[in-house]
C-alpha cells in the first residue's frame, strides 16, 4: 500500500513561538507533495526537516488569514532561486486571485509559474488514485476545510493470476480496471482474480466555529486533523473568535466516526499545559494527540 | 556612558538555513528599540531572544527585497495582538509609502497606527541624544545606508563643582548645555567644569554593489556592520547581483576609518567554510568578526 506522509511544519496558533511555528502541514503521497497552509518562516520549517520545498506540487489555503498564508511570498521566491520548473498549483477560497496578485505587488515579481484555483465545496480536484473535497467552514472569511481521500484500488491476486498462467500483458490492466476479460477463449472475471485494497482519508479543519459541515466532511476518516485554539472553559471566546476548542475537535473525531485525532494550531497560553487540552478531547474521543512541530507520520 | 546594544535576529541572505534566519539586526539605546531590516520570521526571532516586540519605537527598512521586509506582516499582527499602543515608526526608501499600503491589503487591516516616512541621504532622524544619517547605496532598487550616532555630550565634572559649592539647581543645566553662567556674583565658565562624553556611530550597510558612498557615511564608526554575501573569487558575481565581497567590507571598514567590522548576511554556500571569509577580509581589515543568529553586543 502506498504510504501518506505527514509532516507538521507549523503547529502554532496566531503569535509563533519558541516552540510552533505558524500554521503548515506537509503531505505526501507518491509524487505529490501537497502543503496545507503557509505561515510564517515555512521555507525554513522545510529546511530544518531537510525536505527540499522544490518538491512541492500544490499548495491548499484554508483561509487567507496572516499566520496561515505570510509564509507564501518567501516560499515563492526561495523556490524561484532554486530553480523549480513546475507550475505550482494554488488552491484556495473566495479572494485567492486578489491575495495572490497583492503578494505579486509585493515581491516587484512572482519568478515561478503559479496556477491559481479558486475553489468552493465539492471536489476541487480528482485525480486517478486521490482526490480532494472540500466545505465551506465559519470563521469569518472565506475558509474551507479540505479531505485528502486515496481512492479505492482493485489489486492482482498475483497467486491467482499465476495459477491462471496469465502473462504479463496489457489485458491484466482490463482485470485490475475491473473489466472481464477472454484469455485462452474462457471468460475471467475480474472480481475472481482482483481484490478491492481500500483507500484512506485525512480530513484538515484548521480555524473555525464548531459546525455541522465539519462533521461531514470528515465523515469516516482515517485521521483527522483539527485546529484547537481554546479549552473548553473558554468555549465563549472560541464562539467569539470563531474557534474549536479541544472539546469541539473530539467531538468532530466522534461524530464523524473517524479514527484518530491530531490537534494543532496550538495557543501559547497551553504551551506548559498541553496534557490538560489533551485529556479534556480524549474525555469525548480516545484516539486523540496533540501535534509537536516536525512531527512525521506515516499512515 | 549609556549603552548600545545590539541583536542580531537574523544574518542570513535570500535563503534563510537552520543556523541562520533572514535579515534583522535591533539596537536598543535608552528607551528606543531600533530594528534595522525585518525578514521574515523576525518575530520569532524576537521571542527566541526574549525580547518583546512591543518595545520597538522604529524600523528602518534599507530596501524591500524580500529577505529584508517579509517579516513586517506578521510582526505589525503580532503587535497588534499584543496591545502595542505606541505609534510605530517606520523609515525607508522611495518606494515606502506604496509596500507598506500593500502590506495593508494582504493584512485586509493593519491594527497598529504607523507613521510612515520615506527618506532620502542625509540626516532623516535627529532626536537630542542621537540621530541618523542616510546615503544612497547600489542595489538595483532604491535602497539606503543608515548610521546612528550617539552625540557627543557635555557632562559635569562633579568634584569640580562640589568644590565650587554649586547647589543642584537649573544652572547647572546651562553649564551642561554649554553656557557660561554667574553664581555668587562670579562669573563660572563651563569649559571650566564640564568635559565632553564623545557620541558613538554605528553604521549599517545592507545589500549593496561596493561605492564611494559606503566609505563616507560609514566614515570613523565605532562599528561598521556590513553584508558580505560573496567571497573575493566571486567578485563578478559580487558586481553582477550587486553584492558586496568580504574584501569589500574590509575596505569600506579600512577606508573609512573605523574601529571595527561585523560582517552579516551569510550565504549558505559558506556556513561551513565561515573562516575563509574572515581571514578574507581581516587580510584588509583585522577587527572583523562574522555574525551569527541572537549574537548579542554592547558598545
Known sequence: MQRINLAFLGTGNAIPTEMRNHTGILLGFKNENILFDCGEGMQRQFRLLEISPAKLTRIFITHWHGDHILGLPGLFQTLAMSN????????????????????????????????????????????????????????????????????????????????????????L??????????????????????????????????????????????????????????????????????????????????KSKSKALIITHISQRYEHNLSAIEKEARKTFKNTKIARDLDILEL
Open 173 to 254: 490492466k482490463n482485470l485490475q480496471d475491473g473489466k472481464d476479460i477472454i484469455f485462452n477463449k474462457k471468460k475471467i472475471k475480474a472480481s475472481s482474480v482482483t481484490y478491492r485494497e481500500l483507500g484512506r482519508k485525512i480530513t484538515i479543519i484548521l480555524d473555525t466555529k464548531m459546525n455541522e459541515k465539519a462533521i461531514e466532511l470528515a465523515k469516516n476518516s482515517d485521521l483527522v486533523i483539527t485546529e484547537s485554539t481554546f479549552s473548553e472553559e473558554e468555549a465563549e471566546k472560541a464562539k467569539e473568535y470563531m474557534h474549536l476548542t479541544a472539546k469541539d475537535a473530539a467531538t468532530i473525531a466522534k
Open 84 to 171: 523549480y520548473t513546475r507550475k505550482l498549483k494554488i488552491y484556495g477560497p473566495r479572494g485567492t486571485n486578489h491575495f495572490i496578485s497583492i503578494i505579486k505587488e509585493l515581491l516587484m515579481h512572482i519568478n515561478i509559474e503559479l496556477e491559481i484555483n479558486e475553489v468552493d465545496e465539492g471536489t476541487v480536484l480528482d485525480e486517478d488514485e486521490f482526490k480532494i473535497e472540500a466545505k465551506r467552514m465559519d470563521h469569518g472569511t472565506p475558509s474551507l476545510a479540505y479531505s485528502f481521500i486515496v481512492k479505492d484500488k482493485l489489486r492482482l491476486n498475483k497467486e491467482k493470476i499465476k495459477k491462471l498462467g496469465l502473462p504479463n500483458l496489457p489485458i
